[in-house]
């Protein structure tokens, strides 16, 4: 009995401690894991000791796309975050839910708390990848990556290649030599985000009707009847049978393992993917993508934005997002932006960010975080900065259903890519009857 | 048998209630909730929902890849039923001989019925892995062994990965059902014939139907709903959507895709497979098989 007692007597002391923390707690939900997870709970750990009033909670959920199913269950349930962390593909879905009052966009946001951050603090490319039709930012940039180029200088150093390729034809010119010393010439971890979003954002090159989804909503992807869309494919299958590009499998680790441990000389990956390689693999450098000069002109295009953004959910007191308001202020400063960008090689997404970096020469320092930069803010595109498609992540399977099939020789390129059409064609008409 | 009567009416649906209650939330309001999911149109969280009609069921059936994971799940169920249950038999009708240790044979072969399948899939992930994988290099030198892209080798692995842990089961049942066979028709039977094999077939195995019968439903069933795990650490249904099971694609396609309609309208399609697939054996296949 006595045991009993006891134990209920520390029971309650643990409810009334628990309630004599009177801090307004803000729920973070994330789907980052590993390093880049512990980078999070470390930005909220400062939040958290620079202020009093409020607590925020990071709690992570797996993977992106677990994030966001996570997200949208706790939002049927009633029971969602204050602020949750949704990938590049779901930016679509997540836009569309502003008139549907789940999510409240970064500028009805600002004026009503009085965020201190303008949405023109952004960088540009990512401000309008988040934004709805009106150019309103509705998410608020977070980790922001775009697919870049590997390269173990070691590898090309021993085969005599003086210059990392700046274009596709570049690399089929060393390719052959690279394969004969015995390394994987090429590697690459996502088909549908580098070798299909990306391209057509690399070239300049619309990839939906509807002007990417940002003037109408999509009907129908621009797959097969892109001549240069169908001509890198056919190169790349190409490769594949010489050799020069190595496919294994869609585990986006699979593809990066063998350039890690040194056995292959490019791999095209994600801006936060050096973090792992760093004191791993000796002699590395990150460049922008390659892209096929014939296509372009000699022109360079930049990329889409990856990553994430930070989304603000509905639901809860005004008290709770006048802290969120902070929380999203203390993370636009430039000291925040500056921190985010150095540990994890995600872009600086502030232009304070930027120019803090530029003052105390961090790119010197540290010449890895420079490419994302570069790409990202190369100018010239007459196609918008994004895509808005619903149903991506389904289609982004489709595409991975298609190129396994056309690399082993099952179907043709041109059937592959009128597959994909298909499939997303479909898929982006089942989306539209939902909005 | 000694009759119980209950003095109270009530008393009975009092005991009643917990499980019935469990059953309520667990079983029949995902089921209801899934015929809503099927029959409407909605987005991610649940708005603009408004009623489809068959549109779920025609959007199912004019997606190619629904039909290939159909065809993957028929042939998987088949080739993992056959795999382990006669790997299973063999296994117990050899322990059921053996004199010496037999609990420790035992007990080895029925620990790997303790692993989770998501377990089971990483570790056939090493064994397949091809900088370290065991079975990668071994069959890569027999065939050149390209699990990536060779269909026929994504489906040797994840025939592998989803057998290994259901011959444990299978082994216990037929163990179990050795047993249970009265020493008497064995000793009997060893009067009338020499030979090993033909008892076997002839006076055993038709004495294990009940239990073979049992363990065939158990194996489908397996095949078909919990090699999800194994599935999703392992090929992820690659190359194409060769290896995706009828459950995998509805998890990807309702959780991933975030596409409620079609993952419902998946579930209740499966639900009918299995319906169709269990009046099947109960009518034509248990008719054949006596009890006792």
Same mark, same amino acid.
């Given at each position: 009995?006595?045991?009993?007692?006891?134990?209920?007597?520390?029971?309650?002391?643990?409810?009334?401690?628990?309630?004599?923390?009177?801090?307004?707690?803000?729920?973070?939900? #994330?789907? !980052?894991?590993?390093? $880049?997870?512990? /980078?999070? *709970? =470390?930005?909220?750990?400062?939040?958290? +000791?620079?202020?009093?009033?409020?607590?925020?909670?990071?709690?992570?959920?797996?993977?992106?796309?677990?994030?966001?199913?996570?997200?949208?269950?706790?939002?049927?349930?009633?029971?969602?975050?204050?602020?949750?962390?949704?990938?590049?593909?779901?930016?679509?879905?997540?836009?569309?839910?502003?008139?549907?009052?789940?999510?409240?966009?970064?500028?009805?946001?600002?004026?009503?708390?009085?965020?201190?951050?303008?949405?023109?603090?952004?960088?540009?490319?990512?401000?309008?990848?988040?934004?709805?039709?009106?150019?309103?930012?509705?998410?608020?940039?977070?980790?922001?990556?775009?697919?870049?180029? #590997?390269? !173990?200088?070691?590898? $090309?150093?021993? /085969?005599? *290649? =003086?210059?990392?390729?700046?274009?596709? +034809?570049?690399?089929?010119?060393?390719?052959?030599?690279?394969?004969?010393?015995?390394?994987?010439?090429?590697?690459?971890?996502?088909?549908?985000?580098?070798?299909?979003?990306?391209?057509?954002?690399?070239?300049?090159?619309?990839?939906?009707?509807?002007?990417?989804?940002?003037?109408?909503?999509?009907?129908?992807?621009?797959?097969?009847?892109?001549?240069?869309?169908?001509?890198?494919?056919?190169?790349?299958?190409?490769?594949?049978?010489?050799?020069?590009?190595?496919?294994?499998?869609?585990?986006?680790?699979?593809?990066?393992?063998?350039?890690?441990?040194?056995?292959?000389?490019?791999?095209?990956?994600?801006?936060?993917?050096?973090?792992?390689?760093?004191?791993?693999?000796?002699?590395?450098?990150?460049?922008?993508?390659?892209?096929?000069?014939?296509?372009?002109?000699?022109?360079?295009?930049?990329?889409?934005?990856?990553?994430?953004?930070?989304?603000?959910?509905?639901?809860?007191?005004?008290?709770?997002?006048?802290?969120?308001?902070?929380?999203?202020?203390?993370?636009?400063?430039?000291?925040?932006?500056?921190?985010?960008?150095?540990?994890?090689?995600?872009?600086?997404?502030?232009?304070?960010?930027?120019?803090?970096?530029?003052?105390?020469?961090?790119?010197?320092?540290?010449?890895?975080?420079?490419?994302?930069?570069?790409?990202?803010?190369?100018?010239?595109?007459?196609?918008?900065?994004?895509?808005?498609?619903?149903?991506?992540?389904?289609?982004?399977?489709?595409?991975?259903?298609?190129?396994?099939?056309?690399?082993?020789?099952?179907?043709?390129?041109?059937?592959?890519?009128?597959?994909?059409?298909?499939?997303?064609?479909?898929?982006?008409?089942?989306?539209?009857?939902?909005? | 048998?000694?009759?119980?009567?209950?003095?109270?009416?009530?008393?009975?649906?009092?005991?009643?209630?917990?499980?019935?209650?469990?059953?309520?939330?667990?079983?029949?309001?995902?089921?209801?909730?899934?015929?809503?999911?099927?029959?409407?149109?909605?987005?991610?969280?649940?708005?603009?929902?408004?009623?489809?009609?068959?549109?779920?069921?025609?959007?199912?059936?004019?997606?190619?890849?629904?039909?290939?994971?159909?065809?993957?799940?028929?042939?998987?169920?088949?080739?993992?039923?056959?795999?382990?249950?006669?790997?299973?038999?063999?296994?117990?009708?050899?322990?059921?001989?053996?004199?010496?240790?037999?609990?420790?044979?035992?007990?080895?072969?029925?620990?790997?019925?303790?692993?989770?399948?998501?377990?089971?899939?990483?570790?056939?992930?090493?064994?397949?892995?091809?900088?370290?994988?065991?079975?990668?290099?071994?069959?890569?030198?027999?065939?050149?062994?390209?699990?990536?892209?060779?269909?026929?080798?994504?489906?040797?692995?994840?025939?592998?990965?989803?057998?290994?842990?259901?011959?444990?089961?299978?082994?216990?049942?037929?163990?179990?059902?050795?047993?249970?066979?009265?020493?008497?028709?064995?000793?009997?039977?060893?009067?009338?014939?020499?030979?090993?094999?033909?008892?076997?077939?002839?006076?055993?195995?038709?004495?294990?139907?009940?239990?073979?019968?049992?363990?065939?439903?158990?194996?489908?069933?397996?095949?078909?709903?919990?090699?999800?795990?194994?599935?999703?650490?392992?090929?992820?249904?690659?190359?194409?959507?060769?290896?995706?099971?009828?459950?995998?694609?509805?998890?990807?396609?309702?959780?991933?895709?975030?596409?409620?309609?079609?993952?419902?309208?998946?579930?209740?399609?499966?639900?009918?497979?299995?319906?169709?697939?269990?009046?099947?054996?109960?009518?034509?296949?248990?008719?054949?098989?006596?009890?006792?």
């Amino acid at each position: 009995m006595k045991k009993l007692i006891s134990i209920f007597v520390l029971l309650v002391s643990f409810a009334f401690t628990s309630n004599s923390y009177s801090k307004t707690e803000i729920h973070w939900w #994330y789907g !980052n894991s590993g390093f $880049l997870g512990d /980078v999070i *709970i =470390e930005i909220a750990n400062r939040f958290n +000791e620079s202020q009093d009033e409020y607590m925020v909670i990071p709690t992570g959920k797996g993977s992106y796309e677990d994030n966001m199913a996570a997200t949208i269950a706790a939002f049927r349930a009633g029971d969602q975050p204050h602020y949750s962390q949704v990938y590049d593909a779901g930016a679509a879905i997540m836009v569309a839910q502003v008139k549907n009052g789940v999510v409240i966009g970064f500028e009805e946001m600002a004026e009503k708390y009085g965020i201190d951050v303008d949405a023109d603090n952004y960088i540009p490319g990512i401000k309008n990848f988040y934004a709805d039709g009106d150019g309103k930012m509705i998410g608020v940039p977070f980790n922001s990556s775009t697919c870049l180029m #590997y390269a !173990n200088m070691d590898i $090309l150093n021993e /085969v005599g *290649i =003086e210059e990392v390729p700046k274009t596709y +034809e570049e690399f089929e010119g060393m390719a052959q030599k690279i394969l004969d010393a015995g390394y994987i010439p090429l590697l690459q971890s996502h088909s549908p985000w580098i070798w299909t979003e990306n391209f057509f954002s690399r070239h300049n090159l619309l990839m939906t009707d509807g002007n990417n989804g940002y003037d109408a909503v999509p009907t129908k992807t621009l797959f097969a009847e892109t001549e240069a869309f169908v001509y890198h494919w056919t190169k790349v299958k190409e490769w594949y049978e010489k050799g020069w590009y190595g496919y294994k499998g869609r585990a986006w680790g699979d593809n990066q393992a063998p350039f890690t441990n040194g056995e292959a000389a490019f791999w095209f990956g994600s801006a936060a993917s050096f973090g792992g390689m760093k004191g791993v693999l000796p002699n590395f450098t990150t460049n922008p993508i390659p892209y096929w000069d014939s296509v372009t002109g000699g022109k360079e295009y930049p990329t889409f934005i990856g990553g994430a953004a930070n989304w603000i959910l509905n639901g809860h007191t005004e008290e709770e997002y006048k802290g969120l308001a902070k929380f999203i202020e203390f993370m636009g400063s430039p000291e925040m932006d500056l921190y985010y960008h150095n540990m994890t090689g995600y872009a600086a997404v502030t232009k304070g960010g930027i120019e803090l970096a530029e003052t105390i020469n961090f790119y010197r320092a540290s010449p890895y975080h420079k490419a994302v930069g570069d790409q990202l803010g190369l100018e010239g595109s007459t196609i918008p900065g994004g895509y808005r498609a619903g149903n991506w992540p389904q289609i982004r399977e489709v595409i991975y259903e298609n190129v396994e099939p056309m690399l082993n020789g099952d179907i043709t390129v041109e059937k592959a890519l009128s597959n994909m059409d298909k499939g997303a064609e479909k898929l982006l008409k089942q989306f539209a009857k939902t909005l | 048998m000694k009759k119980v009567q209950f003095k109270s009416y009530y008393s009975q649906y009092f005991f009643l209630a917990p499980q019935l209650l469990i059953l309520l939330i667990f079983l029949y309001w995902p089921i209801i909730q899934t015929f809503k999911d099927a029959f409407t149109m909605q987005d991610a969280f649940g708005f603009g929902s408004q009623f489809a009609g068959f549109d779920n069921f025609l959007f199912i059936f004019s997606d190619p890849s629904y039909y290939t994971a159909f065809k993957f799940t028929i042939i998987y169920s088949f080739v993992i039923t056959l795999i382990t249950g006669s790997i299973g038999l063999l296994l117990a009708v050899q322990a059921n001989k053996v004199m010496h240790g037999k609990s420790a044979y035992k007990t080895l072969l029925i620990w790997p019925y303790a692993i989770a399948p998501a377990v089971v899939g990483v570790m056939a992930n090493y064994f397949f892995s091809e900088r370290y994988g065991l079975l990668h290099h071994l069959f890569n030198n027999l065939w050149g062994f390209n699990w990536y892209e060779n269909v026929f080798d994504a489906y040797i692995y994840v025939i592998i990965a989803g057998s290994w842990k259901q011959i444990s089961a299978n082994f216990i049942f037929f163990l179990a059902g050795l047993q249970a066979i009265q020493k008497t028709v064995i000793e009997a039977s060893i009067i009338d014939c020499k030979s090993n094999i033909r008892r076997f077939w002839t006076i055993t195995f038709p004495l294990l139907m009940p239990t073979t019968f049992f363990l065939i439903i158990i194996n489908i069933t397996y095949a078909f709903f919990d090699t999800f795990g194994i599935i999703d650490t392992t090929t992820i249904g690659a190359p194409g959507s060769e290896t995706k099971t009828l459950v995998y694609k509805a998890y990807i396609d309702g959780f991933k895709g975030l596409d409620l309609g079609s993952a419902g309208a998946q579930s209740i399609m499966m639900m009918i497979i299995v319906l169709v697939i269990t009046i099947f054996q109960f009518r034509y296949i248990e008719g054949k098989i006596h009890y006792n």
